[in-house]
């Protein structure tokens, strides 16, 4: 498996990748990122960089996220809006883990709209749900099934009063006998 090959290969499997925690405000266009390669006080960002980017970009791909390095004396990370306005956040001489529960806090999207989020895509995304709030209001609307029982009678083989009691399936066969 060449992906598996380098430093850290962990960050390419989707598991890893999944497992991200920041989801982005639908409003931020633009994550850009601004540290130096050396330096103590940029260790957090650099670690935060090389473990947690993947996973940020993974679970926003409508954000364009830019990395400038060797460009400030101190390390920061700039929101941009799509109302025009900037968020700058700090992140000096912080850990990676400070980092990304900061992040969460201020441009995450909080517990509950993420649960509504999913709550919606789940009853979207499946095609098998029916019902009065869903797409489809019966499964007979889907090609290949069977049509509704109150407009076409299920077949006698198929019902199950007459599986389970013989003897009513023997009287319907003589009755249709009959009238043939």
Known sequence: MPFMIGRAPIRRTLKYLEA??????N????????H?????????????IFWYVPQVQYRNPNVQINIFRNITPSPFIQCYYDNGKRMLIDV????????????????GKSK????????????????ANFG????????????????????????YHMRGKYIHNPDLMEEVMSKRKQEA
């Open 112 to 127: 509950e709209v993420l649960e509504k989020e999913f709550a919606a895509a789940q009853k979207k995304a499946n095609p």
């Open 20 to 25: 991200g925690k920041l989801f982005l405000k």
């Open 36 to 48: 130096n390669t050396h330096g103590k006080h940029h260790e957090g960002i650099k670690d935060f």
């Open 92 to 107: 000096e001489s912080k850990s990676k883990e400070e980092i990304l529960e900061h992040l969460i806090r201020v441009v």
């Open 132 to 155: 009065n709030e869903c797409p489809r209001h019966c499964i007979c609307e889907i090609p290949g099934q069977l049509p509704c029982s109150g407009i076409v009678p299920l077949p």
């Open 27 to 34: 409003s931020i266009q633009i994550f850009s990122i601004n």
